[in-house]
């Protein structure tokens, strides 16, 4: 009996309590976060070297060093099939729709309800 493959996530993150709900609800039988980075210029550095790593990546829109919005346009020249969440208190509804359009497969807003998130990010990895 085949089991499931374990769903591989990164987040890139920068708010402390953000990567310890993310911990809780991505670290689970169906799906481990493998990184974590704090902002977009490390994800993008690392996942060059690892471009088929992650099944699923989770991107903070305000950070430091490279925003998510260039991180996300990076991602996808670096590897167009990877899944990507958006998870921002940044929330114009331009910037979801031009997300959303371009690919992201969700963008969820902070501050969120932790239970909504739950739900949001599994809906994604048990796919």
Request: aromatic share 8%; hydrophobic share 45%; glycine share 2%.
């Amino acid at each position: 009996m085949n089991s499931p493959s374990i769903k591989k996530i990164v987040i890139c993150e920068d708010e402390v309590k953000a990567i310890r709900d993310l911990r809780v609800i991505c670290n689970t039988q169906y799906s481990k976060i493998i990184q974590e980075f704090t902002n977009g210029l490390e994800l993008i550095e690392w996942l060059k070297q690892n471009p088929k790593e992650p099944d699923l990546i989770i991107l903070d829109i305000i950070m430091k060093k490279m925003d998510g919005f260039v991180a996300f346009h990076e991602i996808q020249k670096i590897n167009s099939n990877i899944p990507i969440i958006i998870l921002s208190i940044e929330n114009s509804v331009p910037l979801v729709k031009y997300l959303v359009f371009h690919g992201a497969k969700d963008f969820i807003t902070k501050p969120y309800d932790l239970e909504q998130l739950r739900r949001r990010l599994l809906k994604q990895i048990i796919k």
